[in-house]
């Protein structure tokens, strides 16, 4: 398919006119959007990432929280590690807890971004792993230090 440009000029005795191609302006519309939206995506998805972040570090017998993409360029797939060392029965209903203040984000981003690829999950853990590419930590939390410098 070939495009005549958006807006051309027409010259007839002497009468400069001025001529609008609206689909091509139509489809260059869409192109920009799209780029748009994307960005748009992008930033209310490592806002709403950095939020949940803090969320649940706020949860009782939360140590830190590490936000960590499968994809360093790419929000849509993050794990939510979370550090802690309570014990069962208490640890499920932390994993409960989490794993409900993640879907909530999840399925809010999917909502508001008309994308439905966000894909969130959650590991409890007692030690991070090592990370092999530190871009892949997008967000981060140490919940006690935190509270700690606050009472100080």
Same mark, same amino acid.
């Not at 807006?7 to 799209?34: D, M, Q």
């Not at 748009?40 to 590490?66: C, D, H, M, Y």
């Not at 090592?130 to 606050?150: D, F, M």
């Given at each position: 398919?070939?495009l005549?440009?958006t807006r051309t000029?027409v =010259?007839? &005795?002497?009468? $400069?006119?001025?001529?609008?191609?609206?689909?091509?302006?139509? /489809?260059?519309? @869409?192109i920009v959007? %799209?780029?748009?939206?994307?960005?748009?995506?992008?930033?209310?998805?490592?806002?709403e990432i950095e939020? =949940?972040v &803090?969320?649940l $570090?706020?949860?009782?017998?939360?140590?830190?929280v590490?936000a /960590?993409?499968? @994809?360093?360029?790419? %929000?849509?797939?993050?794990t939510?590690e979370i550090l802690?060392?309570?014990?069962?029965?208490?640890r499920?209903e932390l994993?409960?807890?989490a794993?409900?203040l993640?879907?909530?984000?999840?399925w809010?981003?999917?909502?508001?971004?008309n994308d439905?690829d966000?894909d969130f999950?959650?590991?409890m853990?007692?030690?991070?792993p090592?990370?092999?590419?530190?871009?892949q930590?997008?967000?981060?939390?140490?919940?006690?230090?935190e509270c700690l410098?606050?009472a100080?």
């Amino acid at each position: 398919m070939t495009l005549s440009p958006t807006r051309t000029t027409v =010259l007839t &005795k002497g009468r $400069a006119y001025r001529v609008v191609n609206p689909i091509a302006e139509l /489809v260059i519309e @869409k192109i920009v959007a %799209l780029s748009a939206g994307s960005d748009i995506s992008k930033n209310s998805g490592f806002t709403e990432i950095e939020k =949940l972040v &803090k969320s649940l $570090a706020k949860l009782p017998g939360i140590e830190r929280v590490r936000a /960590v993409s499968h @994809k360093p360029d790419d %929000l849509h797939e993050v794990t939510f590690e979370i550090l802690s060392y309570i014990h069962p029965p208490e640890r499920r209903e932390l994993a409960a807890k989490a794993m409900a203040l993640v879907r909530e984000t999840e399925w809010m981003l999917c909502d508001t971004t008309n994308d439905g690829d966000w894909d969130f999950g959650t590991q409890m853990l007692r030690k991070f792993p090592t990370v092999s590419n530190e871009n892949q930590v997008i967000a981060s939390s140490y919940a006690r230090r935190e509270c700690l410098s606050a009472a100080s």
